[in-house]
């Protein structure tokens, strides 16, 4: 056993029991860190552009980071099995900490897109860790509760992170919101230095698999490009895709042959990770294809303004923090299949209401309120996937099959707002033959849409909603497996062990 201790024998205690508090306090930490960078800097942008200039390399302040942060979170998994947790944590903040110092005094554009680079490394990392720390930190019966936790700081941190960035902004500048992060960074490493789990007192070498990560490096940059053409380019569409399917036939041919893949097969289809990730996936898509374009319907159809608009994303975060509270207690009478099939079947009819609400033009409360059970769906299906997947990893394999879920929820995501851009600008460009209003408007530009372009985008969005029904059904499917061979493992077990 480790020194963090994980036999569930242990005295009992929750985890802001003295055993456990600095180790949440520094979970948490590390959480809020990554919350506030991704909710914060956006606000920032028009700020940065104005201080620094070169407004063509601005997106890139934000690219940069999720490019690298994505490798990163690849390529953690081995690194933590390798020199474990506690190692991997304190290299990662201290990295994390001085590439935001780097971010904060740097004097021009190509020099802050340098050190987002550099962040993102840091940050990659440093949710992995988060993930890592709670299957190696906590007993089984309190990591539901941990990762509850986890999420009640995204959700916090929805309503306070753009509030705080526009106290930052109106006492300070754009740097500023480096700046606190510094002492945020320090707080997490005094807390989890010499209490996160050290599962290597004799760390391994660091074995990477470099062709791996490129592979999967085209893989998604590839894909993603081909989703972007949906309606606009179909040709670039079909060649991005035959590619990305080149590059995942090519590195599952590779994970066969090389001794430590990046992301191993088994760490993919073992049971029940194969169907955990499955559900999770479909249910992020089904729940973020929307979400991500609310506030485009409600500034433009709805006539809302930016502010408002800009909140109502928050619906889908509460009800994700709040189900994830809900089912850390359910969790100790049901088991994680139970609350993942019902998850996926509270998404389906959330996802119909969303839809129509919005095509019927129904009061925004319904919409809101429709949301809300999206992400209540998310938050079952979520917090109770990864406390399954963690009871099924030894702490050998902890951080490589936490990189693997990860980088499937990521894949998800990013995928799942893709095809809902592009759903929405093909049926915008079906109707009214002009899509450059809606870019404008994502891009934050003063525009005046036409009548008919603003019923094409509220015909847009409920389009999007039909693609995340379907995405739900087929959760519903792989849960409903899941559910069925959980209890017929269960069934075999019972029959063994009755005299």
């Not at 049971?271 to 898509?285: A, D, E, M, W, Y």
Request: include cysteine; proline fraction near 4%; charged fraction near 15%.
């Amino acid at each position: 056993m480790d020194e963090a201790g994980r036999d569930d024998e242990m005295p009992t205690g929750g985890i802001w029991s003295p055993r456990y508090v600095r180790v949440t306090i520094a979970n948490l930490t590390i959480v809020a860190i990554a919350a506030f960078d991704g909710l914060a800097l956006v606000a920032a942008l028009p700020a940065i552009a104005d201080d620094l200039g070169d407004v063509a390399l601005l997106p890139w302040v934000i690219t940069a980071f999720l490019a690298t942060s994505a490798v990163a979170g690849i390529t953690a998994g081995p690194v933590i099995d390798a020199i474990g947790v506690r190692r991997t944590f304190r290299a990662t903040g201290l990295w994390f900490l001085g590439s935001s110092a780097l971010a904060a005094i740097a004097p021009t554009m190509p020099l802050l897109v340098t050190a987002r680079a550099l962040q993102g490394i840091g940050g990659g990392l440093v949710i992995s860790v988060a993930l890592a720390a709670v299957g190696l930190a906590y007993p089984g019966r309190l990591r539901a509760r941990a990762f509850a936790a986890n999420s009640l700081v995204w959700g916090v941190m929805g309503f306070g992170g753009p509030v705080l960035t526009g106290a930052l902004l109106a006492i300070a500048d754009w740097r500023m919101i480096f700046v606190v992060q510094l002492p945020i960074t320090a707080v997490a490493l005094a807390a989890g230095w010499s209490t996160l789990p050290s599962t290597r007192d004799r760390p391994q070498r660091i074995v990477m698999d470099y062709p791996g990560i490129a592979l999967l490096t085209v893989l998604v940059a590839v894909s993603l490009v081909a989703v972007s053409q949906v309606g606009v380019r179909w040709w670039a569409f079909g060649a991005g895709a035959a590619v990305a399917l080149v590059s995942a036939l090519a590195y599952w041919s590779h994970s066969g042959r090389v001794a430590e893949p990046l992301l191993a097969r088994e760490h993919l289809t073992r049971f029940p990770l194969k169907r955990v990730h499955i559900t999770s996936g479909l249910v992020l898509v089904a729940g973020l294809a929307a979400d991500n374009y609310l506030p485009l319907y409600m500034q433009t159809t709805r006539g809302r303004s930016e502010v408002f608009a800009a909140f109502s994303v928050l619906f889908l975060t509460i009800g994700w923090s709040g189900a994830a509270f809900v089912v850390s207690r359910l969790l100790d009478h049901w088991h994680e299949s139970d609350a993942i099939l019902t998850g996926t079947c509270v998404m389906l009819p959330a996802t119909a209401l969303a839809g129509t609400a919005i095509a019927l033009g129904w009061p925004i409360p319904v919409v809101f309120a429709a949301f809300f059970l999206m992400g209540c769906a998310i938050g079952f299906v979520s917090t109770s996937g990864l406390t399954l997947l963690q009871s099924a990893a030894s702490d050998d394999e902890m951080g490589r099959v936490n990189a693997a879920h990860q980088f499937i929820r990521t894949l998800s995501i990013t995928y799942g707002v893709a095809v809902g851009g592009a759903i929405l600008l093909l049926v915008v460009d079906r109707e009214v033959g002009d899509v450059e209003v809606v870019r404008d408007v994502l891009g934050g530009e003063d525009v005046d849409p036409s009548p008919a372009t603003l019923d094409a985008i509220r015909d847009g969005l409920a389009w999007v909603h039909v693609f995340s029904g379907l995405a739900a059904v087929a959760a519903i499917w792989a849960a409903s497996i899941l559910w069925r061979l959980v209890r017929a493992g269960r069934a075999e077990a019972t029959t063994v062990d009755a005299p």
